[in-house]
Nanobody
Framework: QVQLVESGGGLVQPEGSLRLSCAAS????????MGWYRQAPGKQRELVAVITAGGRPNYADSVKGRFTISRDSAKNTVYLQMNNLKPEDTAVYYC?????????WGQGTQVTVSS
């Protein structure tokens, strides 16, 4: 398993942008899928985006067209570019690595969208 560390969260105004990073402690080339969940206070976690080792992305309907997930295997990092942010995007965002045997999770990074 690998250690995952998220960064890039913060406070942003509606319609603004943030770029989240998920840095892995080892190679991600052999990990079948990696992605991002989010959880708002009082709400259950929601799958936001996932990307396969082959680079195929999938998104929740609520973020489709606004968020972009990508992988950089040379840097062992997964990114989540978030554009046109809305107050309802406010949550803690967690990176995950979905391996064949187990799933690894990051510690989370807070994203707050408010005017």
């Amino acid at each position: 398993q690998v250690q995952l560390v998220e960064s890039g969260g913060g406070l942003v105004q509606p319609e603004g942008s943030l770029r989240l990073s998920c840095a892995a402690s080892g190679s991600i080339r052999s990990i079948p899928a990696m992605g991002w969940y989010r959880q708002a206070p009082g709400k259950q976690r929601e799958l936001v985006a996932v990307i396969t080792a082959g680079g195929r992305p999938n998104y929740a309907d609520s973020v489709k067209g606004r968020f972009t997930i990508s992988r950089d295997s040379a840097k062992n990092t997964v990114y989540l570019q978030m554009n046109n942010l809305k107050p309802e995007d406010t949550a803690v965002y967690y990176c995950y690595a979905n391996g064949v045997i187990h799933v690894d999770w990051g510690q989370g990074t807070q994203v707050t969208v408010s005017s």
